[in-house]
């Protein structure tokens, strides 16, 4: 499965594209960090951006999008950017008929490392272990969009546009098992959903 993983900004941008087997081993296929300037206006900037992102889906052609979901942040401008790319990206992958999948930081981060508060050091580290990269690729951008990409084709088997969860019924025999992140991510999720309806159920 092909996988292109974007992490959104406008004026950062990472984009990784990443080849993960169905024993789930990873290869870097590219990655780069799509900047544009502060000094030209938000449309021109986004064209810029859009420009970059259309050329590796046609020069790597991946099978699905992998986008960090956008969350609040005290900074307006900087989810105004995130959402704006988010957008962006979106419409170039359903003019190409492409598959997209958001994922939010603490699931990308269990899926990598396990834990889903893990820093951007160790995603980092294990991005470039998985990868079996020499060194961790930089800027933050570029370790964080190949972990989306990773992330995506983990959760999802190798199926583009499906979703990987033990609660979505019996796995056939010939598929693969989960990774010991993805058993850490269900079961976060399961934790998250209970304390969710505890609290319902007390208001």
């Known amino acids: 499965m092909r996988v292109l993983g974007i992490d959104p900004g406008l004026t950062r941008c990472g984009v990784g594209v990443v080849d993960v087997a169905q024993d789930r081993s990873a290869t870097l296929v590219d990655v780069i960090v799509l900047r544009s300037p502060a000094d030209l206006d938000t449309p021109a900037r ?95 951008d570029a370790a964080d969009a190949l972990a989306l990409a990773i992330c995506h084709a983990w959760r999802t088997g190798g199926v583009a546009g499906a979703a990987v969860t033990e609660a979505a019924g019996p796995r056939s025999a010939d598929a693969p098992a989960l990774t010991p992140a993805q058993r850490a991510w269900i079961a976060a999720e399961r934790s998250a959903a209970v304390s969710g309806a505890a609290r319902r159920l007390k208001a």
């Not at 810029?48 to 401008?77: M, Y």
């Not at 997209?100 to 893990?118: C, D, F, L, N």
């Open 46 to 140: 986004l064209a810029r951006i859009a420009d970059g992102i259309e050329a590796i889906i046609e020069e790597h052609r991946p099978q699905a999008v992998a986008l960090e979901r956008v969350f609040a942040r005290s900074d307006v401008s900087t989810i105004m950017g995130t959402a704006q790319i988010s957008g962006v990206a979106m419409l170039i992958a359903a003019r190409r008929a492409l598959p997209v999948a958001m994922h939010t930081p603490s699931e990308v981060k269990a899926a990598i490392t396990g834990y889903g508060r893990a820093d951007k050091k160790q995603v980092g580290a294990m991005v470039a272990r998985i990868l079996g990269l020499e060194a961790v690729p930089k800027p933050a």
